[in-house]
């Protein structure tokens, strides 16, 4: 007898990363298809019965993630973070309590943040949001990585780049590493890329940082926008004098240290501007300046407009998005 499909719910929210479904949704087809047997029976859900769209205009019709069906994973997609909804938070606390497995891809794992499903734990999401996210959610391990997933505990997350990667963790999670070498192969992959490759940043695109020494003197900026770090002291602490450290960066980056470190923060606090409620002088003091005036004006030298005109246009960019809001 064939063993009963594991029935996987995705619950789509507006805005969702089509690439991630159609990844998350090939991967677990070819796993089917590899084993000749339906492992996996996939739908799509929502809030309510009717048609979703998808960040890039397409609908996918859904049925309401309200009806009473078992589920044994349900995994949330969603682009732009948006406002927690209640309903969403009692369904994921409610699947929770019947042992389902819960994740997101983009910025699904915000959901099962936002119903305290996540505190104290490691989850994944598109970079573009994680400023976002970890100011709204702090109890959660953002990483800046590719993917993450625990079957222990029922719990797994990835960026929308990402979700053929963990099809491919799940795979060899859930049934062996024989099972996964199989569907990388019939997925055309030589491998699956590790949970910790981080995503690319835009100052990194297009360029492999091999030089350890460069990786961890970026890393720490990365984790020092607030308040940076003087040039001497990142020498110091990766191990290597101040001259050796401006050589890597001109070698890799074509760019100075401090030059670099100055860029990180000014590109963190346009996502800032963009993304988040905090006042121009807040932004401008997360980002380790310490004053209005010398934001400003650093600000404007590098995007070539000033804080002030970077938030006003952002109700023009995002007035799209708001046509599907209820308030």
């Given at each position: 007898m064939l063993p009963t499909p594991r029935a996987i719910g995705c619950l789509l929210l507006p805005g969702f990363p089509l690439r991630a479904l159609g990844a998350w949704a090939d991967g677990l087809t070819a796993l089917n298809a590899q084993q000749g047997q339906v492992l996996y029976a996939l739908s799509a859900l929502a809030l309510d019965e009717g048609a979703v769209a998808a960040s890039t205009g397409v609908s996918i019709q859904c049925r309401a993630a309200g009806a009473a069906d078992r589920w044994h994973t349900v995994v949330v997609l969603a682009g732009e973070p948006q406002a927690s909804d209640p309903r969403l938070t009692a369904l994921l606390q409610r699947w929770d309590q019947e042992g389902v497995l819960l994740g997101g891809l983009g910025s699904g794992a915000a959901a099962l943040a936002a119903a305290g499903l996540l505190d104290g734990h490691?989850?994944?999401?598109?970079?573009?949001?994680?400023?976002?996210?970890?100011?709204?959610?702090?109890?959660?391990?953002?990483?800046?990585?590719?993917?993450?997933?625990?079957?222990?505990?029922?719990?797994?997350?990835?960026?929308?780049?990402?979700?053929?990667?963990?099809?491919?963790?799940?795979?060899?999670?859930?049934?062996?590493?024989?099972?996964?070498?199989?569907?990388?192969?019939?997925?055309?992959?030589?491998?699956?890329?590790?949970?910790?490759?981080?995503?690319?940043?835009?100052?990194?695109?297009?360029?492999?940082?091999?030089?350890?020494?460069?990786?961890?003197?970026?890393?720490?900026?990365?984790?020092?926008?607030?308040?940076?770090?003087?040039?001497?002291?990142?020498?110091?602490?990766?191990?290597?004098?101040?001259?050796?450290?401006?050589?890597?960066?001109?070698?890799?980056?074509?760019?100075?240290?401090?030059?670099?470190?100055?860029?990180?923060?000014?590109?963190?606090?346009?996502?800032?501007?963009?993304?988040?409620?905090?006042?121009?002088l807040q932004v401008g003091l997360s980002c380790g300046f310490a004053s209005g005036p010398h934001f400003s004006n650093a600000y404007k030298a590098h995007h070539g407009h000033t804080p002030r005109e970077e938030r006003s246009r952002r109700s023009g960019w995002l007035a799209p998005a708001s046509l599907g809001d209820s308030t």
């Open positions: 490691r989850a994944c999401a598109d970079w573009a949001w994680l400023d976002r996210l970890s100011a709204r959610h702090p109890g959660v391990a953002w990483s800046q990585g590719l993917w993450d997933l625990s079957v222990s505990r029922r719990r797994f997350s990835a960026a929308s780049s990402a979700a053929a990667d963990l099809v491919g963790a799940w795979a060899h999670q859930l049934h062996g590493e024989p099972v996964q070498q199989e569907w990388l192969l019939a997925m055309d992959l030589r491998q699956g890329r590790p949970a910790e490759d981080r995503q690319r940043r835009e100052h990194l695109e297009a360029r492999d940082v091999a030089n350890p020494k460069l990786a961890e003197a970026l890393a720490l900026m990365e984790a020092n926008l607030a308040e940076p770090l003087p040039t001497e002291e990142v020498a110091r602490l990766v191990g290597v004098s101040r001259r050796q450290l401006e050589r890597l960066f001109k070698q890799h980056l074509d760019s100075l240290p401090s030059r670099h470190y100055l860029a990180l923060r000014l590109d963190r606090a346009q996502r800032l501007l963009l993304q988040g409620t905090q006042s121009i």
